[in-house]
């Protein structure tokens, strides 16, 4: 996740966001007083682009032995340009081959 700092002194403590009508967020800086806005929707870190999805991710964790135990599932952002057959894997309800193989 990108920090949202303020793009005049830097802080992120005296942040006010308010949503605008075309989507966007407006930020004002308690601190220097000026406002920016900022597009809320993930964007992907390697193509740029704004076709993401969110997959939900299962936090596993190996415990004692090979028994692995579900910590919990989190909402990961994946681009549907890069992550495409990740995605394909994760939608066929498969897991990886190199995850489901033996040893
Ligand atoms: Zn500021
Ligand atoms: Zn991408």
């Given amino acids: ?31 220097c007083r000026i406002s920016f806005t900022r597009d809320p929707r993930p964007s992907c870190p390697k193509c740029l682009g704004f076709a993401m999805e969110a997959m939900p ?22 681009c549907r340009v890069c992550d495409a057959d990740q995605i394909a894997v994760k939608r066929d309800g498969h897991l990886p081959q190199r995850l489901g193989g033996s040893q």
């Fill in 1 to 31: 996740m990108t920090e949202i700092v303020c793009s005049g002194c830097g802080t992120d403590e005296h942040l006010r966001g308010t949503p605008t009508n075309d989507g966007l967020i407006e930020l004002t800086c308690d601190a």
């Fill in 57 to 78: 991710q299962v936090i596993v964790e190996k415990s004692r032995g090979s028994q692995m135990s579900i910590q919990g599932v989190h909402r990961e952002f994946m």
